[in-house]
């Protein structure tokens, strides 16, 4: 079983709708959890750090973490053009602070 | 907002010869990361770096690759003899002491041939 599993996608939505990307993972000892965003050949963009269990709200992005099941989620609302990109789910446990990520979930957000 | 630069942004190299690729960390981070993406692939650990040694380092981390600090601002990934298979998206990041979200750079392309 990998690590982390990420739906690749891709996945196209009108704009302004509601986008959700899942992760799940396997690894109880992940604490620290993030959703970056990537464009085509550029370095990964931090979008959200969570670190409980819970939701972080932060403008028309909203993380979730569900740790009993192992299961993140982050939610679009809104979605913009401009969102289009990859977004790749990190993790990293309190003593490796090394990242595992997930495969990435490519979105496009047709106009 | 600072940000964490690597150059150069695209390096071919031939098969055998070595490559350096640089980075300049956001100056107040105290732990340093590369990362490599092949081509389709997950974003993959290589080696943390953290008081001037190796703190952690993965499996494709072999003797053919090496990192340095060589003075206070640059942080460098030396891979010796390059294979094909090193042909990759390379990301150096960096972070705070405290906290836990790391910075990225832009990333350097490297083509093997």
């Known amino acids: 079983q990998k690590e982390v599993e990420q739906d690749p996608g891709p996945l196209s939505v009108p704009e302004g709708a509601i986008v959700s990307l899942n992760c799940t993972y396997s690894n109880s000892a992940f604490q620290y959890f993030m959703w970056y965003r990537q464009y085509s050949r550029k370095g990964p963009e931090l979008l959200m750090y969570t670190y409980s269990s819970g939701n972080k709200e932060d403008g028309r992005f909203t993380a979730q973490v569900d740790k009993s099941s192992k299961y993140i989620s982050l939610f679009i609302r809104d979605s913009q053009p401009s969102d289009s990109a990859t977004y790749l789910c990190a993790m990293f446990s309190g003593s490796a602070r090394q990242l595992t990520f997930g495969s990435g979930t490519q979105l496009t957000v047709l106009p | 907002e600072p940000e964490v630069t690597q150059t150069p942004s695209h390096q071919v190299t031939q098969m055998g010869q070595e490559v350096i690729l640089r980075c300049v960390p956001i100056?107040?981070?105290?732990?340093f990361y590369w990362y490599r993406q092949i081509l389709g692939q997950k974003v993959e650990f290589l080696v943390s770096?953290?008081?001037?040694?190796?703190?952690?380092k993965s499996e494709i981390f072999d003797d053919q690759f090496s990192v340095e600090r060589p003075d206070g601002s640059n942080f460098t990934l030396k891979i010796r003899s390059t294979k094909l298979e090193d042909s990759a998206m390379y990301f150096c990041?960096?972070?705070?002491?405290?906290?836990?979200?790391?910075?990225f750079g832009s990333g350097t392309r490297l083509t093997v041939v």
């Open positions: 100056s107040n981070h105290l732990y």
């Open positions: 770096f953290y008081n001037n040694e190796i703190s952690e």
């Open positions: 990041a960096s972070l705070e002491g405290t906290a836990r979200a790391y910075t």
